[in-house]
């Protein structure tokens, strides 16, 4: 029974508990969820890719690492990115791990033809594509004819955790995707964790990896500074907010001053006091 429950979309459990070699059975699992491949389409097996260092020049100035990359029976590559934060730049964020997965498929001198496929799957824990759809995936159609696809080398998906949340409905029983993402949400309930976990074995075996992270103090530190890392920055964003928004007002203040609106009624409608208005 799980008593305290460690948050799996961190990022150091995350690529520990999916993207490192021997996590082949959940990370196949999980894109199959993402993927809807059945049947024939199936994914049966994966190569974890262990080149994950991207250049500055991707990640706007300093070195980064990606989250997860691996590779599929056909060649195709696929990266799974976790974000908790909005950084107002996710599309083209992602765009630009495409990019540089796809343009380094081949060596110089080599076939176009032997570039690989790139997937992306975007985990977000906030709204960002302004669609209801808590899962959306982009490809290259054609403007007027939607039903002609350019190629199938780019493919994009989002997954809104949030959206997910406000789900009414979790088909735990019939949808795989609704039980890795009830299992990524930190906020279910411990008994819904349990649940999932009984009906998913895939699932089981992230926990494994989960509790191996909790049980050993090294990685648990690791874990706390990532923790640490991700309050950081939602704070700094909040006051970035906070400042933005208190500069909006002294604008809004200093507007109403040019038209001849009394201290005490700028005060009154924008909340900064007399004292500091009449500073400025």
């Not at 403007?143 to 998906?157: I, V």
């Not at 704070?235 to 933005?244: V, Y």
Request: charged share 30%.
């Amino acid at each position: 029974m799980i008593k305290e429950r460690l948050n799996p979309l961190n990022d150091f459990a995350f690529q520990k508990a999916m993207g490192e070699k021997g996590d082949e059975i959940q990370l196949i699992a999980f894109l199959n969820a993402v993927l809807r491949r059945t049947g024939k389409d199936h994914i049966e097996s994966v190569e974890i890719l262990e080149d994950k260092d991207l250049p500055a020049s991707v990640v706007g100035g300093k070195a980064g690492k990606l989250d997860i990359l691996a590779k599929l029976a056909d060649s195709t590559k696929v990266n799974i990115e976790v974000q908790l934060t909005n950084q107002y730049n996710m599309e083209r964020r992602s765009l630009d791990y495409w990019a540089w997965n796809y343009t380094k498929g081949i060596g110089s001198g080599q076939n176009y033809r032997l570039l690989p496929a790139v997937i992306g799957i975007n985990i977000l824990d906030f709204e960002y594509i302004p669609v209801e759809d808590f899962h959306t995936s982009f490809h290259i159609y054609e403007d007027r004819h939607k039903d002609y696809q350019l190629t199938d080398a780019l493919e994009l998906h989002f997954l809104d955790m949030v959206k997910f949340r406000r789900q009414p409905e979790k088909n735990i029983r019939q949808e795989p995707l609704h039980r890795w993402l009830i299992y990524f949400d930190k906020y279910s309930p411990i008994t819904l964790i349990e649940e999932v976990l009984n009906m998913d074995t895939a699932i089981q075996e992230m926990q494994k990896k989960i509790d191996w992270i909790q049980g050993d103090p090294a990685l648990l530190r690791s874990y706390l500074k990532y923790e640490k890392a991700i309050s950081d920055e939602i704070t700094r964003i909040d006051g970035a907010k906070q400042e933005g928004r208190q500069e909006e007002k002294i604008e809004i203040a200093r507007n109403f001053k040019k038209i001849g609106v009394s201290i005490e009624q700028i005060a009154q409608g924008t909340g900064i006091s007399v004292e500091e208005l009449e500073k400025l």
